[in-house]
């Protein structure tokens, strides 16, 4: 039998919102034998990893480290100012949104949730009008997804900030940067931010298995006066310990810190600022291409305004079902696997194989971004897709500065 042609064999990339592409170099700090977690590198080099995780955030701040992914942090931020009976208020552009208010409700939390649909991002009158409702004060944090990944929708940070200060409402501004921390610029102490929740697998790069919850003085006030605060959680002996066990409640994760030195390492060597610019270029050239594209009738890029999409995720539409039909023909034959829509089609499924996203997030390049695209571009002449000419040419002039 004569087997079929593929293209598939090379290096796989996976161009999924989360886990990122991690670095060679990280993968390497991470291949050793386990180290001793009472004394030496790995309890040595923790005040240096704190500060250079402060520094991707933006904040002089504490930083807490959880063994927990993205679900952990939100949790574990909510516990530390959040008690049972008290209220949220979650302005939603997309699902995370209402994953972190499900979690405010889990812990015995009111949340209140402003729907802005899957395509819109906040709108600051509605979030007024809600706070400026809140007379008795019971709204005690504003649960704020910097880019939401479902949708791609970046929000703006600094606006809530100066409403939420303009209304005079003590709410902690509470942020969810797990899409957005090393990608889209984010500045925690500049903007206001309170408490800023973030995990390890996206822009830091480094496998799943790491939450981070960054808090201010306004935050540890409101820690102070909780009625009581769930003992792993708690935020106060991570962010201060005495004892190098307490920076973890436990065993350390201590491969993944190895990993996290390196990561931390790469980014500040590139500088945080050129790692914006990188990530907006690169957004800049998927635009430029998926614009061209939807000429054709066909493709769809979520979000209209490019001043609201996210730097480090693209959610499209390919309706008839050419969505997954794009995904499936890419990675079988071109070892290219794209990200799944996710809650994007009708609660009843209506749609289900009609959305794609392209991760864009952390170890990222201008040949890996021409790569996807031209992969894309590959799978819709395959499927027959209509579409607009020239993507890839107007790409490379994206990537090359000259567009
Ligand atoms: C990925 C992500 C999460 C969830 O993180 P998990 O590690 O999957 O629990 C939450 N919020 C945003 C914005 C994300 O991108």
Known sequence: MK??????????????????????????AMHRAAPNI??????????????????VARTSHDVAIYIANGHGAWE????????????VLAPASGRFTHGWAEMARGIGAEAEVIDFGKSSPWDMDRIAEAL????????????????????????????????????????????????????????MDTWGVDVTVTAS?????????????????????????MPRVSKYWDWAPRANPEFFYEYFGGTAPTHHLFGLRTALGMIHEEGIENVWARHERLAQAIWTACEIWSRGGALQLNVADRVCRSHAVTALRLPEGKATALRTWTE?????????????????????????????????????VMGVLGGIDAGLRALNVPRGEGALEAAAAVISGQA
């Not at 796989?12 to 670095?23: C, D, E, N, R």
């Not at 009472?38 to 520094?55: S, W």
């Open 3 to 28: 087997n079929k042609l593929s293209l598939a064999q090379g290096r796989g990339y996976l161009a999924i919102p989360g886990p990122s592409v991690m670095p060679e170099a990280v993968l390497q």
């Open 38 to 55: 009472y004394a030496g590198e790995l309890v040595d080099m923790m005040p240096a990893l704190t500060q250079d995780l402060r520094r």
């Open 76 to 87: 574990a931020a909510l516990s530390n100012v959040i008690a049972p009976g008290e209220s």
């Open 132 to 187: 400026r409702a809140d007379t008795a004060r019971r709204i005690k944090a504003v649960l704020a997804v910097h880019v939401d990944t479902s949708s791609s929708i970046r929000n703006d940070i600094p606006a809530l900030r100066a409403l939420l200060d303009e209304l005079d409402h003590p709410a902690l501004l509470m942020a969810d940067c797990i899409a957005s921390l090393g990608c889209d610029r984010f500045e």
């Open 201 to 225: 697998q996206k822009g830091l790069m480094v496998p799943p298995g790491m939450g981070f919850v960054f808090f201010n003085d306004r935050a540890q006030a409101k820690r102070a006066a």
């Open 332 to 368: 079988a034959n071109l070892g290219l696997t794209l990200g799944i829509g996710l809650g994007m089609a009708a609660p009843d499924g209506t749609g289900r194989d009609d959305y794609f996203r392209l991760g864009h997030m952390g170890h990222l390049n201008g040949h890996m």
